[in-house]
């Protein structure tokens, strides 16, 4: 069975609760590389996406430095969280 097109694949959902977890950390640079539980993910494509696509964001960083990342509103929405107030 397949995802309807305008939800977000399994992985794509899961990456993004690791996130919303505070599990997620991302490399600086250009094309951030996105780490769970210290442990690069195993599809960096999909993760670097996921920062051009403004689902997930970190504080910027010296260039390859791992800063925590975080779930920007359109992330929350993907994922269907609420945003603490």
Request: charged letters at 20%; aromatic letters at 4%; proline letters at 7%.
């Amino acid at each position: 069975m397949s995802e309807p097109a305008d939800q977000p694949s399994h992985r794509v959902r899961a990456m993004l609760r690791a996130v919303a977890d505070g599990r997620a950390q991302l490399a600086s640079g250009r094309e951030p590389d996105l780490y769970i539980d210290g442990v690069p993910c195993c599809d960096q494509f999909t993760a670097h996406q996921l920062t051009h696509d403004g689902l997930i964001t970190a504080t910027h960083g010296r260039f390859g430095e791992l800063v925590p990342a975080v779930l920007t509103p359109a992330g929350h929405t993907a994922i269907g969280t609420v945003l603490a107030a």
